[in-house]
């Protein structure tokens, strides 16, 4: 993948998007028959949405979070180290979003980080993309440093959490994982 790439929306202090991949950004590919990544979908969801907060958005990579590995969440680690931003928001496939999420975390980041992801792509009907993304941006604004996840309409913290693959959805940690 080429280095990032970097979109502007709005003007002043910004929250940076650091773009991963994941659900949130799959399209479906109608001549292989699957679910692709080609581009990212946040240009087009920030101007649906009409959010009036300034955001920068950076590709970091395009990846299943199945297929992540150590180096790309270290690569995600070091893309929120260098952003000038203290608010930052992660999209990440929901599948390894705590394993990342917990890289983040113990790293003792002195910024507000939280994760959001989607369980339907956003280019499919019925998304949960843009609710998700909605109330990430909500609260990466209200939330004091620490590296959260902001899904189905619920924050945790990046140690409190656990995906129920069953209902899919995320809950409160109840067990060691």
């Known amino acids: 993948m080429p280095a990032s790439k970097e979109t502007k929306q709005g003007g002043g202090m910004s929250i940076r998007i650091i773009v991963t991949g994941g659900t949130f950004d799959k399209k479906y590919d109608e001549i292989e028959g699957v679910l692709t990544f080609k581009e990212t979908q946040l240009p087009k969801i920030l101007l649906q949405v009409r959010t009036t907060v300034p955001i920068t958005c950076e590709t970091s990579q395009l990846v299943d979070s199945l297929h992540m590995t150590i180096k790309d969440r270290l690569r995600v680690l070091s893309a929120c180290q260098d952003a000038p931003e203290s608010q930052i928001i992660v999209t990440h496939g929901t599948d390894t979003m705590v394993e990342t999420a917990q890289v983040l975390g113990e790293a003792g980041l002195d910024k507000t980080v ?18 998700n993304l ?44």
């Open 114 to 131: 939280v994760f959001t992801g989607a369980m339907v792509p956003y280019s499919v009907f019925g998304s949960d993309a843009l609710f």
């Open 134 to 177: 909605g109330c990430s941006v909500s609260a990466v604004q209200l939330l004091p440093a620490g590296v959260y996840v902001a899904m189905n309409g619920r924050i945790f913290t990046w140690d409190g959490v656990q995906k129920d693959r069953h209902r899919g959805v995320f809950v409160k940690k109840t067990s060691p994982v």
